[in-house]
Nanobody
Framework: LMCSCRRWGGLVQAGGSLRLSCAAS????????IGWFRQVPGREREGISC????????YLLDSVKGRFTISSDNARNTLYLQMNNLKPEDTGVYYC???????????????????WGKGTQVTVSS
């Protein structure tokens, strides 16, 4: 699995929005749990949102509920994370990931995805 990640908008102020994308090759998304993780300074890497499109099962981290939305374009093998109402505490390095076996709740909560994209820096300024 290959994955490249991109963000739209660059540095943003608190309250602003960004969208991250992750394009994978050699993968059929329906066969994987896919998701977004982040490494916030001073904290362990945590799962933000994971999904298995074949079943519709989804996990979303409580601290971003109502602000972040995961989505996918399976035809283009692209995963998105729309981030709205960003807060300074959202600053960190964001990663996309995939796993062929785990359920999305398991993948996000246990932080054990098999394949990882390159991290993308997200900086929210106050």
């Amino acid at each position: 699995l290959m994955c490249s990640c991109r963000r739209w908008g660059g540095l943003v102020q608190a309250g602003g929005s960004l969208r991250l994308s992750c394009a994978a090759s050699g993968v059929t998304f329906d066969n994987y749990a896919i998701g977004w993780f982040r490494q916030v300074p001073g904290r362990e890497r945590e799962g933000i949102s994971c999904i298995r499109t074949s079943s519709g099962r989804k996990y979303l981290l409580d601290s971003v509920k109502g602000r972040f939305t995961i989505s996918s374009d399976n035809a283009r093998n692209t995963l998105y994370l729309q981030m709205n109402n960003l807060k300074p505490e959202d600053t960190g390095v964001y990663y996309c990931a995939a796993d062929p076996t785990v359920q999305p709740e398991e993948g996000c909560l246990m932080n054990v995805m098999d394949y990882w994209g390159k991290g993308t820096q997200v900086t929210v300024s106050s």
